[in-house]
């Protein structure tokens, strides 16, 4: 471990050794989508100013956008007070952060009667974004 | 399990029965905090219109501001993409959602150089909220 990363030493990481992390667009402040990361992500976020998590399903890091070209260019990297969650500040290529096409991953609204509707567009057809 | 329960199923609760919850600010859409709700907790948040989470260090159900009088009356309840994270929208009582007395608890900004900074001021003595 170098002198360097440190910081990465303050955040509190879980038995997994991840963190949740929350993507935020810079500007609108519209939450877009909810990840994890272990230490290599967050240091390989910090180096290359873009988002890099780490994916449960396939046990690998992810560098978002790397298929869709939807990268997440990080403005700001912070900290809750548990030191155990990170926000990223983002701005996001193409506006679509979702695997859906959407613009945010929270599209699903639930009805006062008590139902979940897709609330947001689908700005650009799944199939076109990964060929 | 009454037929109005029905959209709780559609939650995809983890192996601990339990959802990541993240709470946006209403108008400002700053993101305030980020807890945990099980089953219960979310069923209670939507029967009441304010956000209750479930406090995994206490073991029980958390009405946010039960002592602090810092409740947030839920707008908004969004699922993420996977039905495996909720987005709340709320309105935060006294503009205070931190323990530490600050308005979010995302207040530690990682600097250029690698280091943790409080970038947020404290609005209120935290001794003076929890008396």
Redesign the interface.
């Known amino acids: 471990m170098s002198a ?1 990363d ?2 990465l030493n ?1 955040v509190k990481w879980d038995e997994q050794g991840l963190v ?1 992390v ?1 993507a ?1 667009e810079v500007g ?4 877009l ?2 990840a994890w990361m272990n230490r290599d992500a967050l240091a390989k976020t ?1 180096e290359l100013g873009e988002a890099v998590y780490w994916s449960r399903s396939r046990k690998k890091l992810w560098h978002k956008g790397e298929e869709s070209g939807h990268t997440q260019k990080v403005h ?8 155990d ?1 990170v ?1 990223l500040k983002v701005e996001q290529a193409g506006g679509i952060a ?3 096409g ?1 613009h945010s ?6 009805e006062a009667g ?3 509707q897709a609330v947001e567009p689908v700005l650009k057809d799944p199939e076109s974004i990964y060929k």
Chains 1, 2 share one sequence.
């Open positions: 360097s440190k910081w303050h949740p929350i935020q609108s402040n519209d939450v989508m909810f910090f700001e990297i912070r900290l809750d007070c548990d030191q969650v926000l979702c695997h859906t959407r991953c929270f599209f699903e609204k639930l008590g139902e979940w």
